[in-house]
């Protein structure tokens, strides 16, 4: 799932293993391709742990075979997209991801920072290892990962991911110490999920309701630099704002906010990468009245302030 993919990617094995913990295995980013390590440690075919921080020099395209295995993370910094289905990588939020023997697809953006700390786990451990373990009890955590996917408001998941990153342990203890923390988070996240679960759940969204969220998100595409409320989305829809608010997430994977602040974040790149205009005219173009109005916005999602990423993303 890993070494294959990162030497065909540019990386080589670095046995020095500097800035981590020895129970893993660290990969160095080849000098023509960027800078920076890609560091994983793997417990037999059950769970693995990734550190990311590393940078491309050319923007990057990566496409590869995704076994079954559920993936939760943190970005400190990113910049590019997911593909199929479309999703901006924002930073300072959790990302649950399922992988389901499909194609992952992705764009990273040249010269800005990937920074991550994300915990893997296979069914070998979420089907068979955790069913034996709590017979009766079970519950498969898919559905709790996939539900704090863009969680802005998770900080012990966030200070547990920071953790792992910081622990530099070597032999049984820090394999006893990876294990520990896999299962905290999975207890994190499967708590967290039954808090969160609203009480009438959505079991099946009518083809018309489907019609007018369609509406709703061209809508927003269009309009994104204005001032957006959600009473006029939902008159678009022709539904309530609550059953908005649920059905679009339901739909699209995130909240209409975050789905706004997404449009306008993705937008805000592509100018300051690609334009002079100065930051002013871009907080215009993508809806903010003020340059500091964006910057606020642009360095959470980021990681980085709007002159910061101008700078890196023209790098030559």
Same mark, same amino acid.
């Given at each position: 799932m890993y070494e294959s993919f990162l030497l065909e990617s540019g990386f080589y094995r670095d046995t020095s293993n500097e800035g981590f913990s020895r129970e893993g295995t660290c990969f160095r980013l080849s000098p023509e391709k960027g800078k920076g390590h890609y560091w994983v440690y793997t417990f037999a075919n059950l769970f693995s742990i990734s550190v990311l921080d590393f940078v491309f020099y050319e923007d990057f395209f990566v496409e590869y075979p995704q076994p079954r295995y559920l993936d939760i993370g943190y970005y400190e910094s990113v910049s590019g997209e997911q593909l199929e289905p479309y999703k901006r990588l924002a930073c300072s939020c959790i990302r649950g991801h399922i992988g389901n023997n499909n194609l992952y697809q992705a764009l990273y953006h040249k010269n800005i920072p990937i920074r991550s700390t994300s915990i893997s786990i296979m069914p070998e451990y979420y089907e068979d290892y955790l069913r034996a373990k709590y017979p009766g009890e079970y519950e498969n955590p898919q559905q709790a990962f996939s539900s704090v996917d863009g969680s802005t408001d998770f900080p012990e998941l =966030?200070?547990?991911?920071? $953790?792992?990153?910081?622990?530099?342990?070597?032999?049984? +203890? /820090?394999?006893?110490?990876?294990?520990?923390?896999?299962?905290?988070?999975?207890?994190?996240?499967?708590?967290?999920?039954?808090?969160?679960?609203?009480?009438?759940? =959505?079991?099946?969204?009518? $083809?018309?309701?489907?019609?007018?969220?369609?509406?709703? +998100? /061209?809508?927003?595409?269009?309009?994104?630099?204005?001032?957006?409320?959600?009473?006029?989305?939902?008159?678009?829809?022709?539904m309530g704002t609550t059953k908005l608010k649920y059905t679009f997430k339901e739909v699209y994977k995130t909240t209409v906010f975050d789905y706004i602040l997404n449009k306008r974040m993705s937008q805000a790149e592509h100018l300051l990468a690609n334009t002079d205009l100065n930051i002013n005219q871009i907080s215009q173009c993508v809806g903010y009245k003020k340059a500091s109005s964006l910057a606020a916005v642009f360095r959470k999602k980021n990681g980085l302030l709007p002159n910061e990423y101008r700078r890196l993303a023209m790098q030559q």
């Open positions: =966030v200070f547990l991911l920071k $953790q792992i990153k910081k622990c530099r342990f070597t032999g049984i +203890a /820090a394999r006893l110490y990876f294990e520990g923390k896999v299962t905290e988070a999975i207890s994190l996240i499967v708590q967290r999920t039954r808090e969160i679960q609203p009480v009438n759940t =959505v079991k099946r969204i009518s $083809q018309p309701d489907l019609e007018g969220l369609e509406v709703v +998100a /061209a809508y927003i595409d269009d309009h994104f630099d204005r001032t957006i409320h959600l009473e006029s989305l939902a008159k678009i829809a022709c």
